[in-house]
């Protein structure tokens, strides 16, 4: 009798379901996702469910490495693992961390109640290392949203710092993450971000001439005008929108953070450093709509979102598809905080445009000397 109650509570053990947090992007919005892990009785296998992609189906194979490579080996169970809400789609290989961990949580190898305390970011090598991710800052605001801690790579930890009001966990490996929530070793709280200095950044003061059209740039960088470069080849036009990030003020504390945030997404931000210059951007005349504005099946940030408080440079503007163009129509129609300078080598076509000549301020250029 006594040996069915121990069997029954087994079972019962093994059906127990453990969670673990992590993020999917939405464009720029971090949503919540629950991951939950199920042991169950059966023939052994490894499941991942919830509308996952490519990535994070593959993870279920670096997980399994990555347990066997610091000495633990897969239960012999059914393994299933649901990513919640199930119907919104979940890219990336960040996802393979708390798979990790929730797996872990099941197997009675880390705390349950401390694992789900966090929000985790982190893909896993096949020795166990945690390798570096994208958007580890917007997943540390969502953190910070939902009273959780966080956890990342160590190479994030910076990156993931700029939010102040939560813990942060920045491991090298899962197995100093196991060895820090059963007590064994403390992780080091991990450095401040770095704030780095555009050393090759032009500056207008190497321009010689040009004055009447260095002060349309100065009227621009003044109050925030889109700007119309007009003038034969040669003259000079991609030469002075290339330094006009120079006579901008530098980003302040909070755009500076919104510039991250859009970068951490798009992979851009190397270890912790961020800049307080305004970003610069030139994409080529044949960009797509979607690479411009950003889109996709799985919403991605575009040229215009990545320009964010800064300066989007279209050189040879009558080159660019028309939906390109139409698609730029809102952002100069409304307050849009990213300052647009067009350039085109002549105006035949683009000035006989009311909407175009009228918001646009002209500046010729004559050919330099």
């Known amino acids: 009798m006594a040996g069915g109650e121990i069997n029954s509570g087994a ?45 994070v189906a593959e993870s279920r194979e670096r997980v399994r490495a990555a347990l066997n490579a610091i000495g633990l080996a897969l239960p012999a169970k059914r393994i299933t693992v649901n990513l919640a809400p199930a119907d919104m789609p979940k890219e990336g290989s960040h996802y393979d961390l708390p798979i990790a961990l929730s797996l872990l949580a099941a197997m009675e190898a880390a705390p349950a109640d401390e694992i789900a305390r966090y929000l985790a970011m982190g893909e896993l090598s096949l020795d166990g290392a945690l390798n570096p991710i994208s958007g580890a800052l917007p997943g540390a605001l969502a953190a910070a949203e939902q009273g959780r801690g966080f956890i990342c790579p160590q190479s994030c930890g910076s990156e993931a710092a700029m939010i102040p009001t939560i813990e942060v966990l920045a491991a090298p490996s899962l197995l100093t993450l196991i060895n820090h929530f059963n007590a064994r070793q403390a992780l080091p709280p ?9 050393s090759d950044m032009l500056d207008l003061r190497d321009v010689r001439g040009q004055e009447s059209a260095k002060r349309a740039l100065e009227v621009a960088a003044a109050g925030g005008h889109n700007l119309l470069l007009i003038g034969p080849p040669g003259a000079g036009k991609s030469m002075l929108a290339a330094r006009l990030p120079s006579i901008l003020p530098p980003l302040s504390p909070q755009e500076a953070l919104e510039v991250s945030m859009i970068h951490s997404v798009a992979g851009m931000i190397e270890s912790g450093k961020i800049s307080r210059s305004r970003p610069y951007r030139a994409p080529h005349h044949s960009a797509s709509m979607a690479a411009m504005v950003g889109g996709g099946r799985i919403a991605k940030p575009g040229e215009v979102s990545l320009a964010h408080n800064g300066v989007l440079f279209l050189d040879e503007l009558p080159e660019f598809a028309k939906p390109v163009l139409e698609s730029l129509r809102q952002p100069l129609e409304s307050d849009e905080p990213v300052p647009l300078r067009l350039s085109c080598r002549s105006c035949t076509g683009l000035l006989a445009r009311p909407e175009m000549r009228d918001r646009l301020p002209v500046a010729p250029l004559r050919t330099l000397a």
């Open 190 to 198: 991990p450095p401040e971000a770095r704030v780095i200095e555009d």
């Open 11 to 55: 079972r019962v053990k093994a059906m127990a379901t453990t969670h673990a947090y992590t993020v999917a992007f939405q464009g720029m919005e971090a949503r919540i996702v629950d991951v939950q892990c199920h042991l169950s009785s059966g023939l052994p296998a490894f499941h991942v469910v919830g509308l996952a992609d490519k990535a």
